[in-house]
Structures are given as C-alpha cells and as structure tokens.
C-alpha cells in the first residue's frame, strides 16, 4: 500500500527530512506525518501549536521496579498544553475551521477541554466546555479559562456532561471536538507514528496506555495497522490498556463478555482523567486488543500513586493518569504476559503539573487519610514521601537537613 503516492522508504526520507524544516506544517510533529491524515483544501489553514515531536525516555529504575530491562516512557504529557490531545485537537480544530462553524464544544475530564480551548483560540473560534463539577484539577480548569472558553461545571459526572452535550449539538450549530471525532483519532495517530520513527521504524514489543474514553488506543492501534498495511513496520506491538480499579468498563467488558458488550460502571477514581464510566470508543479499544493481541488490566488506587511517584523519581514525572501505565505493566510481568526481555514503551499521557494537588497530597502522606487504603498506603507509600519542611530562617537548619538526607539517601 502506498501514501500520498509514497511508498515506506520515501515515507521515511520525507517525513526526517521535514525536521529541519521550518515551516509551521513541518514543524508540527503531526502535520510532518499529512501523508497518512485527513487532507485539508489549504494546508496553510492549519491551527498547530508545534504539537508532538515529543520526548522517547529510558526509564531504569522504572523499569527494574518492574521487572523489566528495556523500558521507555514516550511522554505526551509534553505537548503545548501539556496533554496528549493536542495531537487530535489540531487535526480537529483545523478542520472545524474549515467547515466555517463558530462554535466547538466538548465534554471532558479536563484535558481535552484545555486543549481544546487553545486550538479554539488560535484559530479564532469560540468554545464551550461541559465539565463534571468539582471533578476536573484545577490546573486544567484554570487552562480552559485562560484560552476564553465558555466554561461550564455540571452537576453530574463525566457521562452525564457527555449526555448533555449531545442534545445541545442536536440543538445548536456547535461542533463536537471529543474523542469520537473522526479528525482528533487520525491526529493522535501520529504518536505512534513518530515513536516508531524514533526506534527506526524497530517495533517495541508493547506498547501500553492508560484507558478512559478509549480514544486514545483506538488511535494508536489505529496507527499501528496502517503502518503494517503501508509497510513501514513488519509486526505489531503488543498494545495493552490498563484502567483504575474504579473505573473499569473495557476490564469487565472483556472479562465478563468477551468484548461483545459493554459494561459501563459508576466511576470513582483519584485519577480524575479517566474517571468514565462509560467509553464512547469501547468497540474500537476491543477491536485493537483482538488485532494486536494486546491485554486489559486493571490497578488499584495505591498502585497508581506508588507508580506516579516511581516515574517522578526517575525525573520524569506525570499526572496520576499516566501512571497507571506503569503499575499495569508490573502486574503483565507478574501474570507472564510481559517477559523480562521484551521492549515496552509506555505512554505518558499528561504532565505532572495538571495535577499538583494529587502529588503534594501524596508527599504530605494525605492523599488516603481517612479511606479504606489508608492502611495499605501508609505501608507502601511512606518510603517514597518526601513531605516539604518548614524551618526557621537560617543555614544551622538547612545543614542539619542536607547532612541528615545524605545519611538516609535512599539510593545508597
Ligand atoms: N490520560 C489522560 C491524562 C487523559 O486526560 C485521558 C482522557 C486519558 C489518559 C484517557 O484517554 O480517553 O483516550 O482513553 N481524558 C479525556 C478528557 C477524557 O476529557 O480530557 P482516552
């Protein structure tokens, strides 16, 4: 199969040499890739924030921690708004400009809506969010603001701001920019696409995201067969989904039937991003699981936390979300279905600073005070909190802290 009259090596060529272009097109690591998108009537018509080119890390100690030896961390927490919709969002917002509508709107946990409003803005279009009240992270919510997007906080959760916004698109010439969106799967395609580019075009042997609305496997997966079909790669990674225990519907959708029908759940998680209980995308997550042979699994709310601090640790640091990636991947070690051998690649999908609440309340040993895992935290998680100390004003008190430190430095 070819692209745009390409075949895989002119793929190639063409899409490195665009990285030292300096056109706006091809400084955006997902417009480098128009090839195999959507294509646009005026490519200068594109609304692009310099999205994707983002980091591949080696993570060492993550990965001894896991059991396993070659680990990365493919971290889209580093786009402009620091989350992985941005790849989507200027698929998708370039594309609601082109179609002349004034409006865009969204249902979200708050990534999308962040996003959304940027591209929004940059493209001169108003936006309207729907979050769930008191639910989305003050780091997110204050970003839709910032962009000017008509914010609204319902008093439901997620699903029930997705039912809403479906009867006001019925009623009003908006358009919808979630994850059901056609554009925003073949935007976030090019995640996998450049992670493949960077392993030179060498497929890990899995490939493990976090699950919410499932938008986001379905487009990696996506990505992954079209690179198969184009020749660009010869076999397919493992891609594996991994959800919080408390929000688990393609868990239980696969375990309790097969993937043929969807069990949707009362959502309760602190990983506010993918607190869904009902997944738009579930078919396409199920259908990527089957051609990929990849598994499903779920953890538990001290294994998110422990794992979040374990990549924080490394330096890297990412959203509570992002870390069920990591705490996944040590029970597919445990379960066998990850060999120490293998190569995995996890998808950070948000930045650390979305959510600094969870991470100072993770530090100051607060984050289960008073729930049912508080005995189970305060055995695994006390070792890694590192709560901020408060002292008088002088360099006697810092000393004896420093010297203190460096007699318990816990990688002695
Ligand atoms: N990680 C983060 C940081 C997210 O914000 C989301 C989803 C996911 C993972 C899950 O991705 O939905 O494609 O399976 N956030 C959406 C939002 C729902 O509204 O920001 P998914």
Not at 43 to 63: D, F, H, K, M
Request: net charge neutral.
């Amino acid at each position: 199969m070819r692209a745009g009259g390409h075949d895989a090596a002119s793929l190639r060529r063409l899409w490195l040499e665009r990285r030292t272009s300096s056109k706006p097109l091809d400084e955006s690591g997902v417009w480098r890739f128009r090839e195999i998108l959507p294509a646009l009537h005026d490519w200068n018509q594109v609304i692009t924030l310099r999205e994707g080119n983002t980091p591949l890390y080696a993570l060492p100690s993550c990965g001894r921690a896991a059991g396993v030896e070659r680990l990365f961390a493919k971290h889209q927490g580093m786009n402009p708004t620091g989350s992985f919709k941005d790849t989507g969002m200027t698929a998708a917002a370039s594309f609601a400009r082109q179609g002349g509508f004034r409006w865009v709107a969204c249902a979200s946990t708050g990534n999308t809506s962040a996003s959304m409003a940027a591209y929004a803005a940059r493209a001169g279009m108003r936006s309207l969010v729907l979050i769930p009240q008191g639910q989305i992270t003050w780091g997110k919510l204050s970003q839709a603001l910032d962009y000017g997007a008509v914010t609204c906080q319902l008093k439901t959760d997620f699903d029930g701001c997705m039912r809403v916004l479906d009867e006001v698109v019925e009623r009003m010439p908006v358009y919808l920019l979630n994850s059901v969106n056609p554009y925003r799967l073949e935007g976030q395609k090019t995640a996998a696409v450049e992670l493949l580019e960077r392993l030179d075009w060498e497929p890990p042997d899995h490939i493990i995201v976090p699950g919410g609305n499932l938008g986001n496997s379905s487009a990696i997966g996506k990505a992954l067969l079209e690179m198969k079909e184009l020749g660009l790669i010869t076999r397919l990674p493992k891609l594996s989904v991994i959800q919080a225990e408390g929000a688990n519907a393609l868990v239980r959708t696969m375990r309790e039937t097969g993937g043929k029908k969807l069990i949707p759940v009362h959502a309760e998680t602190l990983a506010t991003a993918i607190k869904i209980g009902s997944p738009a995308s579930w078919k396409k997550a199920v259908r990527v699981l089957e051609a990929t042979g990849g598994a499903v699994e779920q953890v538990s709310e001290v294994e998110m936390a422990l794992a979040k601090a374990e990549i924080g640790a490394d330096g890297i640091g990412c959203e509570p979300a992002s870390a069920v990636t990591l705490a996944g991947l040590k029970k597919l070690v445990k379960l066998g279905f990850v060999k120490k051998n293998e190569s995995v690649v996890l998808i950070l999908t948000g930045n650390l600073l979305k959510d600094p609440d969870f991470t100072l309340k993770f530090h100051r040993g607060d984050l289960f005070a008073g729930t049912e895992h508080e005995e189970e935290a305060a055995e695994v998680l006390v070792p890694r909190q590192r709560a901020p100390m408060v002292l008088d004003a002088s360099a006697n008190a810092v000393v004896k802290v420093l010297e203190y430190a460096e007699l318990n430095d816990p990688r002695k």
